[in-house]
C-alpha cells in the first residue's frame, strides 16, 4: 500500500540511460552535467545560503560522542547562535551526526533515518571510530569505516573531539554548503548501489525495503 | 473597484502579519536564549528556516488529508485574521467584518487545530494521535473559560461584532480614558481570557502537544518540507491574528500601526514571560487548571453582567 | 553468611567449596544439577532474596563454562557468589525465570553471547544484541575475533598499530613497566 503511494517530487534510483527528471537537471545530474546558466547559480547560491545557515540535526546519538553534543546547547557553547538546532524527528532534519563508534545493529537505524531525511541532506562523522575504527578497531560489533555505508560530508577527528572541534567542523561544513560542494546525498542516490552492496555486506538480516521513503 | 482594492489591501496585511510573526517568533526564540544566558539565534532567524523549508526538495506524504492538514491550518489563520479589523479607522484594514462575526472567529480558532488533527493521524506515527488527543482535550478545556469571557464582553457590549465591540469601547473611551477597555470593564472576564490565551499558545507551562522529551514534536511529526512550511506559516499568522484579538476585545483595538504594534506585543510576550518561567504541565492538570480558576473567573464574570 | 552456608550443607545440599574475598563477599560452588533447589532455598529461606547479576565465564581449559549467580542480602547488603560449572559441550543450564523474571534478559543474553541453552526460557534465541549474527557467539574464547574482524568488517588501509605499552614506555625512558 506505503509502495503506490506517489511521491511528489523524490529521487528513486534511476536506470542507467534514461533521461533525467526535467525538474532537477542541473541538481540531479547523471553522467553529463548540463552547463549551469547564469541566473540559476545565483539562485543556487541563494538557496545554498539558506541552507547554511539553517542546519536541523537529528538529535540521534549513536555512541559516547554525543554526549559532546549536549553542551552544544547550552550556555557556554550555544550552537543556536549559529542557527544550528536539534530536531526529534527525521522528517525535520538535515544533518545527521554519527557520534563516535557505530555497531551494526544501529548502522541499519542510521540507514532508516538517513533515508527518511529531505535532501539536500549531511552526514557528520565525529571521533576516530567513523574513520578507521578508533579504539574499536578489533571490536566484532561495530563498522571501522563510515564512508563505505553513508556518503559523509565532514570528518571531525578525535577520541572524543570538544564541542569547540564540533563548532569548527559545523563551521567548515557551512562553508563547504555555501560553496556548493557537500553533495554527498547526491553521490548517495548516483551510487546507491554500491552503498547498498556494502551495507549488506555487514548488515546480514537485511530487512530494510528498498530505499526508506 | 472598493473591493478589489480591499482584497490587494487584504492580502499586503496578510503579507505584514507573516512578516511580523516570523519577526516575534524570533524575538520570542531570542528572549529565551537571553533568559538562559545564551547569545541566541539572530532575529531573523524564522526566515531563513522557512526559506529553508521551502527548498528542500523531497517530499514524502501519506494520502489527501495528510496534505489538506496544513492547508486547514494556512486557511484557518488567515480566515481568522482577514475577518477581524486590524486598525480601526483605516478604511481597508477593518477586516471583512459583519454582524455577528465574533462566532465565525472563534470556530475559525478551532478550525486550524482540528485540520492539524485529521492531517496528522494520516501521518501514521504514534506520536501524532497522542499529541493530537492531547491537544483536543487541551483546546475543550480552555475554550470554556474563554466562551465565558466572550459572552460576558457580548453581554456587555450587546453585539456579536467584534468590530461593534471595538467602537463600544472606543465609546467609553471618551468619558473614561483608558479605564473604558473591557480589560478594566470586565476584570474577572479579562483574567479568564487572559489566562485562556496561555493554553492558546501553547508555550510552557501549557505546551503539552509538542512536549519536548516525551513525544518531541508530537503531531508534525511526519511533516516534512513544503508541508512544514505550510505549517509554519500558518502557526505565524495564527499568532499574530490571536493577539489582534485580544487587542481587539480587550484592549479597545488600535488606530494607528504604532498603537497595533505596541499592544499586540504586549499581549504575545504575556504568554512569554510566564512561559520562560513554568515547567511544563502533565495533560490531566492543565486541563484540571483551565477548568478551576479560569472557569470560576469566566462565570464570576458572566454572573457580574447578569446582577448588573 | 556463614550461617546459612552451614545449614546450606545441612539440608543436603553439596557445597564444593566456599572462598571468602572481602568480608561481606562469599563464593561457594555447588553441583549444576542442585542450582535450582540452591537458588530456590536461599530465595525462601534465607536473606539472600535479590538476584543482582548472572553471569557467565568460559574455563575453556577446563572444558566447563561456569555460571555466576550474585545474590544480594538487601538489608546488610552482603553478597553471596553461587558458582556452578556445567559441561561447554552440552552448554545446558537450568531457567531461573520462575524465581527472577529479570533472570531472562541475562539469559537471553548470554544465549547469544555464549551459545548457552535455557530450556523453557522465553525469548532466548531471538536476535537481541547481535542481529543476523552468523558466526559462533562472540564471548566464547575459540571465537577468534581479530581474524573474523579481518574477513567480515572492511578497514580503511594504512593503518598504523603501535604497541601502547612499548610506546609509552619509551616516551618514559623506561625499559620495563613495574607490572611486566
Known amino acids: 500500500m506505503r509502495d503506490e503511494l506517489p511521491v511528489l517530487h523524490g529521487v528513486p534510483p534511476i536506470p542507467e540511460g534514461s533521461q533525467p527528471h526535467a525538474r532537477c537537471q542541473d541538481e540531479c545530474f547523471l553522467g553529463e552535467k548540463p552547463e549551469p546558466l547564469k541566473y540559476r547559480e545565483a539562485i543556487q547560491r541563494i538557496k545554498n545560503w539558506f541552507r547554511a545557515n539553517s542546519l536541523h540535526v537529528l538529535a540521534y546519538g549513536t555512541g559516547c560522542g554525543s554526549i559532546e553534543l549536549r553542551p552544544l546547547g547550552t550556555a557556554r557553547f550555544d550552537m543556536e547562535r549559529f542557527g544550528i538546532s536539534t530536531r526529534p524527528t527525521p522528517r525535520h532534519a538535515n544533518v545527521l551526526i554519527i557520534s563516535g563508534y557505530l555497531s551494526i545493529k544501529t548502522l541499519k537505524r542510521v540507514i532508516r533515518s538517513y533515508e527518511q531525511m529531505p535532501s539536500p541532506k549531511w552526514v557528520v562523522g565525529l571521533g576516530s571510530c567513523t574513520i578507521n575504527g578508533g579504539m574499536y578497531w578489533d571490536s566484532y560489533a561495530t563498522m571501522k569505516q563510515l564512508d563505505l555505508y553513508l556518503p559523509v560530508d565532514m570528518y571531525i577527528s578525535g577520541c572524543m573531539p570538544r564541542p569547540e572541534a564540533l563548532i569548527e567542523g559545523f563551521a567548515a561544513l557551512m562553508d563547504k554548503i555555501k560553496k556548493g560542494e557537500a553533495n554527498g546525498y547526491l553521490d548517495y542516490l548516483e551510487r546507491l548501489d554500491w552503498y547498498r552492496e556494502n551495507q549488506k555486506k555487514i548488515i546480514h538480516d537485511w530487512d530494510l525495503p528498498d530505499y526508506s521513503w | ?193 487572559f489566562l485562556a490565551l496561555l493554553g492558546m499558545n501553547m508555550y510552557p507551562p501549557f505546551n503539552i502537544v509538542g512536549a519536548p522529551t516525551e513525544i518531541p514534536v508530537g503531531p508534525a511529526t511526519e511533516y516534512n518540507t513544503a508541508f512544514q512550511s505550510l505549517q509554519m506559516s500558518g502557526r505565524a499568522i495564527f499568532a499574530i491574528a490571536k493577539v489582534v484579538l485580544f487587542m481587539n476585545l480587550f484592549l479597545g483595538g488600535a488606530h494607528s500601526i504604532l498603537e497595533a504594534f505596541i499592544k499586540t506585543f504586549f499581549i504575545y510576550m504575556w504568554s512569554i514571560f510566564v512561559g520562560a518561567v513554568f515547567p511544563r504541565f502533565r495533560p490531566e492538570q492543565s486541563i484540571r487548571f483551565f477548568l478551576g480558576w479560569p472557569t470560576a473567573a469566566g462565570v464570576l464574570a458572566v454572573a457580574l453582567i447578569l446582577w448588573r | 553468611m556463614k550461617t546459612h552456608i552451614e545449614t546450606l550443607k545441612r539440608h543436603q545440599f553439596e557445597v564444593l567449596w566456599t572462598h571468602q574475598q572481602r568480608a561481606n563477599l562469599i563464593q561457594i560452588g555447588i553441583k549444576a544439577e542442585q542450582t535450582l533447589p540452591v537458588l530456590t532455598y536461599l530465595k525462601t529461606h534465607t536473606p539472600f532474596v535479590q538476584l543482582t547479576h548472572y553471569s557467565a565465564v568460559d574455563w575453556i581449559e577446563d572444558n566447563e563454562f561456569q555460571l555466576t549467580y550474585t545474590l544480594t542480602n538487601p538489608q546488610t547488603y552482603e553478597i553471596l557468589m553461587v558458582c556452578a560449572r556445567i559441561d561447554r559441550e552440552a552448554a545446558t543450564a537450568d531457567s531461573l525465570h520462575k524465581l527472577w523474571p529479570q533472570a531472562v534478559t541475562y539469559e537471553h543474553e548470554m544465549g547469544e553471547m555464549f551459545g548457552l541453552k535455557f530450556p523453557g526460557s522465553p525469548r532466548v534465541g531471538e536476535p537481541f544484541n547481535l542481529e543476523g549474527w552468523r558466526d559462533m557467539p562472540p564471548m566464547r574464547r575459540d571465537f577468534d575475533t581479530v581474524k573474523f574482524v579481518r574477513d567480515s568488517i572492511p578497514e580503511r588501509p594504512g593503518r598504523q598499530a603501535i604497541n601502547t605499552r612499548d610506546y609509552i614506555g619509551a616516551e618514559a625512558g623506561e625499559k620495563r613497566l613495574l607490572h611486566d
Do not use: C
Open chain 2, 1 to 193: 473597484m472598493d473591493t478589489l482594492l480591499h482584497v490587494i489591501v487584504s492580502l499586503i496585511s496578510l503579507m505584514v502579519a507573516l512578516a511580523y510573526g516570523l519577526t516575534t517568533g524570533g524575538v520570542v526564540r531570542k528572549i529565551m536564549a537571553r533568559i538562559q544566558g545564551r547569545i541566541g539565534p539572530p532575529v531573523y532567524q524564522p526566515f531563513i528556516d522557512l526559506g529553508k523549508v521551502l527548498f528542500l526538495r523531497t517530499g514524502t506524504h501519506h494520502g489527501v488529508m495528510f496534505i489538506l492538514g496544513p492547508v486547514f491550518r494556512l486557511a484557518g489563520a488567515a480566515g481568522f485574521y482577514l475577518l477581524i479589523p486590524v486598525i480601526v479607522g483605516v478604511p481597508f484594514l477593518e477586516g471583512f467584518h459583519f454582524s455577528g462575526d465574533l462566532l465565525l472567529v472563534m470556530y475559525f480558532m478551532f478550525f486550524g487545530s482540528l485540520g492539524m488533527a485529521l492531517g496528522a493521524a494520516d501521518g501514521g506515527h504514534p506520536h501524532s494521535p497522542i499529541g493530537v488527543g492531547r491537544g483536543l482535550a487541551q483546546m475543550t478545556a480552555y475554550e470554556l473559560p474563554f466562551g465565558l469571557a466572550v459572552v460576558a464582553i457580548v453581554a456587555s457590549s450587546g453585539s456579536f461584532s467584534v468590530f461593534e465591540i471595538v467602537e463600544h469601547q472606543r465609546a467609553a473611551m471618551l468619558t473614561k480614558g483608558v479605564l473604558g477597555w473591557n480589560l478594566f470593564q470586565l476584570p474577572f472576564a479579562s483574567i479568564a481570557a
